[in-house]
């Protein structure tokens, strides 16, 4: 009787969008140098049909390094979704390495899925669909030491849905306006010389270009040591490192990104607000490398 009670719990809470959601997962720790890792890593990624999109050392700390990857699928569905999809159409592993021992983690699919996706969530086909990815990619990963424990918080998938940090905070559907081009084109050729030329102390860590939708995301690693990763990382933690790199998203011929009071909040959920005041001018210098990258 208790058993079945546990399971008629467990389900109500299912359906209520309840259950709390870690942002990320902890693979375990490794001894070993940290690229060696990597490449393991990706091997087992491969093996399980994804595509490695790009790597870097965020804050060009060789102590830290990010594996971002997708797959068909992914990309598929993410596009499905209208309102900046494509955001969510990679999934990323943070390494950061202490002597001769490296952390691994990755970004949860689940948590960032629901935060990008919100309401289409409810779609049967499109939640299907994710569901697959995530658990091919946790899969692939957890073979690497044979564990997968959630850290970094939790937010119900309800509050994921509809995440900002408190009242007065952005949400998703708060983007930052960055540049308005003549065409989708235009957008794309000036954003991508400028991360060619390495603007701004920026390095392009990957993009997504579906040209027949006219929608691109660029991944942009931010290494400028007083504004970028290496600045705000040491202060909220490095931990959380799969949470970067940060993106443009160019729909159209208009390029936005998320707002930063919106994002670090949601992959560092448990921030105290006086961490927080800490990165207080993050936001804006986000804002301002994105932007430069929009101006020919």
């Given at each position: ?51 490695i ?8 700390d ?78 692939a ?37 960055l ?69 443009i ?39 301002e ?8």
């Open positions: 009787m208790k058993k079945l009670l546990s399971v008629f719990i467990i389900s109500l809470m299912v359906s209520a969008g309840i259950f709390a959601i870690p942002p990320f997962y902890s693979l375990g720790s490794k001894s070993g140098d940290i690229l060696e890792l990597a490449e393991s890593v990706n091997s087992k990624l491969a093996t399980e049909g994804f595509d999109l790009g790597e870097y050392h965020p804050g060009n060789k102590s830290l390094y990010v594996i971002v990857f997708s797959s068909k699928a992914l990309i598929s569905s993410a596009s499905r979704v209208k309102d900046r999809g494509l955001l969510g159409g990679v999934l990323r592993v943070g390494l950061v390495s202490s002597g001769n021992q490296v952390k691994l983690s990755m970004l949860n699919p689940d948590y960032m899925f629901n935060a990008y996706f919100r309401t289409a969530m409810s779609d049967a086909s499109l939640s299907s669909a994710l569901n697959e990815v995530s658990k091919q990619a946790k899969d990963l957890k073979t690497l030491n044979g564990t997968l424990s959630g850290f970094g918080g939790d937010v119900s998938e309800k509050e994921l849905q509809k995440y900002h940090y408190m009242m007065g905070m952005p949400y998703f559907t708060d983007p930052v306006k540049a308005e081009f003549s065409s989708f084109e235009e957008g794309v050729k000036i954003i991508s010389a400028n991360l060619k030329a390495g603007k701004g102390s920026t390095v392009k860590v990957y993009e997504n270009i579906i040209t027949g939708k006219k929608v691109a995301v660029f991944g942009v690693g931010l290494l400028d040591t007083g504004t970028g990763e290496a600045n705000f990382l040491s202060i909220i933690g490095t931990d959380h490192v799969a949470a970067m790199p940060y993106e998203i160019l729909m159209d011929n208009e390029a936005s990104m998320l707002h930063g009071r919106f994002r670090f909040a949601l992959y560092w959920p448990e921030l105290t607000m006086g961490t927080f005041t800490k990165i207080m001018s993050t936001p804006g210098d986000v804002e490398s994105l932007k430069g990258l929009c101006i020919k």
